[in-house]
């Protein structure tokens, strides 16, 4: 042992006693000045004699000098001495105070619970130095494990952890930080143990790790204390969820801060509810005062009872009072204030209200019940002899004078129904020295019944015969009527079950039913006798695994909480329901079955499914707007392009003769436009900017009339039928686009029908209700015109019909079609405010059907300009405004062409400086409406201002801007839209210019 404490003492740089005394030393240091003096002295005086044989004149200063020498000497010595030994004295005080100070840190080390550490940063974490503790925490002596025999540290940290704390330690290294971990060790007795360790890096001068030291200390009691708090906590959990009482926390203002899922069922309020909000919203008005006292003293800190118990009325959500017994406990800060009130809050009404009754029926027993209930008594077998105590006396309600101690007496006290019960029980119990136990009822002078509970012993004499009964009497009339009052309840409960709007279905060990409640025989279609005590046949295939995992876990108190799932009818329909459920407990706290309870949310899941489907409409919608505006972008920028080309086709083929080779190629140019600027035409339907010119009229019109075009675009082979309602109503839209409508909507059918078909046209009134209109993204009710187009072709699957309104989407060949058609119909119908639907399956054909606003109003008609072949001229001076060079450059070309004087600018303020700088009259303004800056309409305005009396004729690609309104143009503004002929340029100035 000493060898050990003399080994661990040198690890640790403690060093043992000093062999040495102290007067030895001083006799070292003694030596020191001598030695100095000896040799000094010699040196002076062998130097002073070879100086006196040298020069003999001066001996007597040599000798003089001489005594100086030696005296300095002698003093020098004397110094020399004290100062060796005070320092000597210094060093051995700093000496001691370090063995001192070893020997204490050795001292602490071994007493410390756990184990300081020095070791290298290698694999297996060789140990350089361990302390005493090590033999405390591990089992192992230090030197055991600094030599690795029988293990090494590495070995004793278990295997799960041993990798973790590798990379947790090299991590803190290359962090320069120090390290702090957790993990498991195995001791030298097989015993696991959690430990604490904290350490860090000891650095050479170049940055290299030395070794590794610190500390291990033994948490497994932490760690078995952490494991027990949770588990306490999961079982604190599971009781304030289960609990019937209700657990509350308020603060001392009265706040809720937390209330059990009890409160449900107790005052009809969901926790979330009221929690948040004062006490005193659940309290009758005539009890907050004094509560709000109470909760004053309590934050006062005037009442500090280390339990509150008080009867408190409170308020249902349906307005009905309940009594509840709260128990209450303050909770403080770590500072000792009181911060806020916790508790459980019984309900007691039934009881009080029994109580009540019993008070008022039978005022005696009540005041009997307030003092002891158990009295001793004692019979003389021989000579019928009855002692009672004053016990007895209380729960017969008699004073000691009424009895006689008679059992006879005794009797005549028993109810007469019970009298015979008695009897044979005393004369059981004698004749089988048998215990005697009976409960039955007395009668009280009064007249009041009571029920007791007696339970007596035979005493036997030396001989073995009975000679005493030994007894006590108990009143158990509250048991008695507790015992009633959970028959009651049990009945209530059951009434209430089967009363209950929800599916409760109650499942043993074996998973067979016992309890099944008429709301599941209406949710479900059994019956109970035909499913009680057997298997729950609700589960559907695939489902099993789900509902056993269900079933487990509430058997281990796992509870599910609002659970969608879905369950099979008698009728193999499918049932959405929420499911939760609770384990059902016996006497011995053994689970013995679960509780389900099942809402219906069927008709819920069907609202999910159908808010689904209107947001997917609303993503299609506002992609098709999307899709649209690009589709206006463009064909507002290529109509740029158009007018150019075909403008300058038309005026080239206007100077080449009819017999020029060059002419046929010009002609084909114009032909390549026309066709683009249909395709523009298109797009500007689709993205509902096109021009229109909307007016009144009746849709069987527009269908009569288009019909012969109708066959002969289709083909003879598809036959077409017309059912039109003759009582059809008007409706508001440009006849041309309705008959754009119809003609997509043929071609697209006639497609559809490579080898014939029938293609039905159809018109009807339809008033539309918020019941159909709720499906449709943007429809509202009303009245509508509907026009229905029928094919008996392919049909489509749900994923084409998905796409089929998208710009050039489309199922045909490249050379079948450009997939603008449907797209077109989509943006003519949004354009009018109407709706489209479509109904198709593969094999079985498709319907559009588009519902046009219906108006009560007469028919017109719309007027169609005639076209002139000549180009009107005149001498005017013109002012035109174009951003774009290309369409300014044609445009003044074809002016000039006409004779007129023609001034350009690229912007408003070009316009307006030219305007400004020019004395002569502007007879017309010819400005684009949509460019950078200013737009055409302020310049207008403002050159209005400068030069009254201009004629301002606006011209644009697009059509929603401040020049028309909703597709109308109004009547006092000339608007000429883009693309536009030479012709229809030179006819549109001349007939400005000649407008009064």
């Not at 000691?400 to 015979?420: C, G, I, K, L, M």
Request: aromatic share 8%.
């Amino acid at each position: 042992m000493a060898r050990t404490k003399q080994m661990v003492s040198q690890r640790v740089g403690l060093r043992p006693d000093p062999p040495t005394s102290s007067r030895r030393i001083h006799l070292k240091l003694i030596r020191i000045p001598l030695l100095y003096l000896l040799l000094s002295a010699a040196w002076i005086l062998l130097s002073d004699h070879l100086f006196i044989r040298g020069t003999p004149e001066i001996a007597n200063y040599a000798y003089y000098q001489t005594f100086k020498g030696l005296l300095f000497v002698a003093v020098s010595s004397v110094i020399l001495y004290w100062l060796a030994y005070t320092l000597f004295k210094e060093i051995r005080h700093t000496n001691r105070l370090l063995e001192e100070n070893h020997r204490f840190l050795a001292g602490q080390l071994s007493n410390l619970p756990g184990t300081a550490y020095r070791c290298r940063n290698e694999p297996g974490w060789p140990m350089i130095y361990l302390s005493e503790g090590c033999s405390v925490l591990t089992g192992y002596p230090p030197d055991g494990l600094i030599q690795g025999d029988p293990v090494t540290y590495e070995q004793l940290i278990h295997p799960s952890d041993r990798m973790m704390v590798w990379n947790t330690i090299q991590e803190a290294i290359r962090e320069q930080r120090p390290y702090q971990l957790e993990y498991r060790i195995r001791t030298a007795s097989g015993e696991e143990k959690w430990v604490w360790e904290k350490g860090k890096a000891v650095y050479d001068p170049q940055g290299k790790v030395q070794y590794l030291e610190g500390f291990i200390s033994d948490i497994s009691e932490r760690k078995r204390a952490e494991a027990t708090l949770q588990e306490s906590e999961y079982r604190y959990r599971t009781i304030i969820e289960n609990t019937s009482d209700c657990v509350w926390r308020i603060t001392l203002e009265g706040i809720i801060t937390f209330i059990s899922p009890s409160v449900k069922t107790i005052l009809d309020y969901e926790p979330e509810e009221i929690t948040g909000q004062s006490i005193f919203t659940i309290m009758p008005p005539g009890i907050q005062p004094r509560v709000r006292q109470l909760l004053d003293r309590l934050g006062q800190g005037k009442l500090r009872r280390e339990e509150l118990v008080l009867e408190l009325p409170f308020l249902r959500k349906d307005g009905g009072i309940r009594i509840g017994e709260v128990r209450a406990v303050l909770i403080y800060n770590p500072h000792g204030h009181p911060v806020e009130v916790a508790g459980i809050a019984h309900d007691i009404t039934q009881r009080k209200q029994a109580e009540a009754a019993l008070r008022q029926s039978q005022e005696q027993i009540d005041k009997a019940q307030e003092v002891a209930r158990i009295g001793f008594w004692n019979t003389d077998l021989q000579t019928g002899r009855l002692i009672w105590s004053k016990g007895v006396y209380r729960i017969f309600g008699m004073e000691e004078d009424q009895f006689d101690n008679q059992r006879e007496t005794f009797y005549a006290h028993v109810h007469p129904e019970d009298r015979e019960l008695i009897i044979e029980a005393l004369h059981q119990a004698v004749e089988t020295q048998s215990a005697y136990q009976i409960e039955h009822r007395i009668l009280l002078p009064g007249g009041a019944v009571r029920w007791v509970s007696e339970q007596a012993e035979v005493v036997r004499d030396s001989e073995g015969r009975p000679v005493q009964m030994i007894g006590t009497v108990q009143d158990i009339t509250s048991r008695k009527l507790v015992e009633n009052e959970l028959r009651n309840s049990k009945q209530r409960l059951e009434t209430l079950i089967q009363a209950s709007p929800v599916a409760v279905i109650v499942l043993d060990l074996h998973q067979r039913v016992i309890l099944w409640n008429k709301a599941a025989e209406g949710m479900f279609g059994w019956t109970e006798s035909e499913i009680l005590n057997q298997p729950c046949p609700i589960i559907p295939e695939g489902q099993q695994d789900q509902f056993q995992r269900f079933f487990n876990n509430a058997l281990w108190g796992i509870p599910v909480r609002n659970q969608e799932t879905w369950l099979r009818r008698k009728d193999e329909a499918p049932i959405y329901v929420n499911l939760s459920t609770a384990p059902l407990w016996d006497n011995r706290g053994q689970a013995e079955g679960v509780m389900a309870i099942l809402v219906d949310i069927t008709e819920q899941k069907k609202s999910v499914e159908e808010r689904i489907k209107l947001e997917q409409q609303l993503q299609q919608s506002q992609k098709m707007e999307a899709i649209g505006k690009l589709a206006g972008g463009i064909a507002h920028d290529f109509n740029n392009l158009l007018m150019v080309i075909e403008g300058y086709s038309e005026m080239a083929l206007t100077r080449l003769n009819p017999h020029e080779a060059v002419r046929k190629d010009f002609e084909e140019i114009r032909q390549a436009a026309g066709r683009a600027k249909m395709i523009t035409r298109q797009l500007l339907a689709f993205s509902r900017k096109q021009m229109i010119q909307p007016v009144v009229l009746n849709i069987n019109q527009v269908v009569s009339d288009f019909e012969k075009i109708l066959r002969r675009l289709i083909g003879e082979d598809i036959q077409v039928i017309t059912r039109l309602d003759p009582q059809v109503g008007t409706i508001k839209a440009d006849p041309t686009q309705i008959e754009q409508v119809i003609a997509n909507l043929a071609i697209n059918a006639r497609d559809a029908m490579p080898h014939g078909g029938k293609l039905i046209l159809e018109t009807a009134n339809r008033d539309l209700d918020e019941s159909y209109t709720q499906h449709f993204v943007g429809l509202k009710p009303g009245s509508y015109v509907m026009l229905a187009v029928t094919d008996t072709g392919c049909g489509m699957d749900a994923e084409t019909i998905s796409h089929i309104f998208e710009p050039f989407f489309t199922t045909k060949t490249e050379s079948g079609g450009t997939g603008l058609g449907l797209s077109t119909v989509y943006g003519i119908t949004k354009q009018n405010e109407g709706h489209i639907h479509v109904y198709s399956e593969p094999g079985k054909g498709s319907t559009f059907k588009i519902y046009f606003p219906r108006i009560e109003a007469e028919s017109g008609e719309t007027g169609i300009l005639p076209r002139e072949d000549t180009l009107p001229a005149g001498s005017e001076t013109i002012l035109i405004v174009e951003d774009e060079a290309p369409v300014r450059q044609l445009t003044v070309r074809i002016l000039q062409g006409c004779g007129y004087r023609v001034l350009e600018a690229a912007s408003c303020e070009e316009a307006l400086a030219t305007s400004r700088s020019l004395p002569e009259p502007i007879h017309l303004l010819l400005t684009d409406v949509v460019m950078p800056v200013m737009s055409g309409r302020r310049l207008a305005a403002q050159l209005a201002l400068e030069r009254p009396g201009l004629k301002v004729l606006y011209m644009s690609g697009y059509t929603d801007d401040a020049v028309v309104q909703h597709g109308i143009l109004e009547s006092e503004t000339a608007f000429l839209q883009k693309p536009f002929t030479p012709a229809a340029l030179a006819q549109k100035i001349r007939a400005v210019l000649d407008t009064d």
